[in-house]
């Protein structure tokens, strides 16, 4: 593995920091403003949509996407760099760049798994910014962690099929602009093998039966930038045969192969959020004094520091080569890098980002700077795709597998 960035990564590397500072990074304060003079908490605030023009001005669009017919055509090593960036401003720079989560991943899963006119009805108009979506998978019934468990039902019925189930915790559904669930729910609930049961359908937001019942907070967050987290009924919601995403059976595969690249671009933008953590809490040290002398120069201080540099150059260099493996022997030969780094990364930010609220004081815990809101995103990434223990269990299996 080269550890050098090819030309077209620092090209664009050069071109997304200036971008950063320049319309990004400004753009966090005025973002709250327009936010406060909403009618809707859900509604867009208009500097976003600018953004995203300039961005898409710029070229910086897409980047996620691998397959050259619709993104960037970037390797997950090319992009690594370029999702740690807009991690440093996880609120708005995903989002600017068409690159924020659920989006991404259900991009994903119509461009490989989507036919034809799936991929022009919704494909398209995701990959132009014009639309958002959603991914409907986790129910508050069951243990979700085990996807097999879900109760979801998707019955067949003549040229359609009927939905019917609870859902929770569905990103991006409170977006006004969310037009779209794929939604993963059991065609065959009594099939022998318990990963063939599953499937995903296309379920239009403004289907009849399908109501969205309330936000869910994180940590006392809305998460408005994300679009927010919702609990949706569906109750018996009629959709034709044609919204089948791939085969009957084949939703559970589609699942692993969206989640793969999921947990690596959370582990890329986590490693923006630390460096952001880091940043504020070095500026924080050397503009405040604390019994005499500047928090720069105590003891533990420099322990938080120095421990938080080591950690975030463990966690790059595991991410970059999970991401390199991705490239060169696909999600399956990198399986026990994926759930490495899923495990190690946002416990060790969460550990960061909680220094960095320790040397900020009252601040830290406050509105008026970033870190409480980095905390709450990166604590919850210990659950999301995946609580930690999962991740432990199956790599720990394969490994004492070398050794029965």
């Not at 936010?35 to 897409?62: F, I």
């Not at 980002?353 to 905390?375: H, K, N």
Request: aromatic content about 6%; some cysteine.
């Amino acid at each position: 593995m080269d550890f050098a960035f090819d030309a077209r990564t620092e090209e664009l590397r050069a071109k997304l920091l200036a971008f950063m500072d320049a319309y990004v990074y400004p753009a966090e304060a005025v973002a709250e403003e327009q936010r406060a003079e909403l009618s809707s908490p859900w509604d867009t605030p208009a500097v976003v949509e600018e953004l995203k023009a300039e961005a898409r001005r710029q070229g910086l669009w897409n980047l996620f996407l691998p397959d050259s017919t619709y993104g960037a055509g970037l390797t997950n090593l090319q992009y690594a760099p370029l999702a740690e960036i807009t991690g440093r401003s996880p609120q708005l720079a995903p989002t600017a760049l068409n690159c924020a989560a659920p989006d991404t991943g259900n991009m994903e899963v119509l461009a490989q798994f989507g036919d034809d006119a799936q991929k022009k009805q919704w494909l398209e108009p995701l990959l132009a910014g014009e639309i958002r979506s959603a991914f409907a998978m986790t129910e508050p019934d069951v243990a979700s962690s085990d996807a097999t468990n879900i109760t979801t039902l998707i019955e067949r019925d003549g040229d359609d099929y009927v939905i019917t189930g609870r859902k929770w915790y569905i990103s991006g559904a409170m977006n006004p602009d969310c037009r779209i669930f794929i939604v993963m729910g059991k065609t065959d609930p009594d099939g022998a093998d318990i990963r063939r049961q599953q499937s995903m359908v296309l379920v239009p937001r403004d289907t009849p039966g399908v109501t969205v019942k309330r936000a869910m907070r994180v940590f006392g967050y809305e998460d408005h930038y994300h679009g927010g987290h919702a609990e949706v009924v569906f109750d018996r919601v009629r959709v034709p045969a044609s919204n089948l995403i791939g085969e009957e059976g084949g939703g559970f595969a589609i699942a692993q192969a969206r989640l793969g690249p999921g947990r690596i671009h959370h582990c890329m933008r986590l490693i923006g959020m630390a460096e952001r953590a880091i940043e504020l809490m070095c500026r924080r040290a050397v503009a405040r004094e604390a019994f005499g002398k500047a928090l720069a120069q105590q003891g533990v201080v420099h322990n938080w520091i120095a421990d938080a540099r080591v950690a975030v150059e463990q966690l790059r260099l595991l991410v970059l080569k999970t991401a390199w493996m991705m490239d060169t022997v696909g999600n399956r030969g990198a399986h026990t890098e994926i759930q490495a780094i899923k495990i190690a990364t946002p416990r060790t930010v969460v550990d960061i980002i909680d220094r960095a609220i320790q040397l900020q004081g009252a601040g830290g815990v406050s509105q008026d700077f970033p870190l409480a809101e980095l905390y709450a995103g990166a604590r919850t990434l210990m659950i999301a795709d995946g609580p930690d223990e999962v991740h432990q269990r199956s790599l720990a299996r394969r490994e004492l597998k070398r050794y029965v």
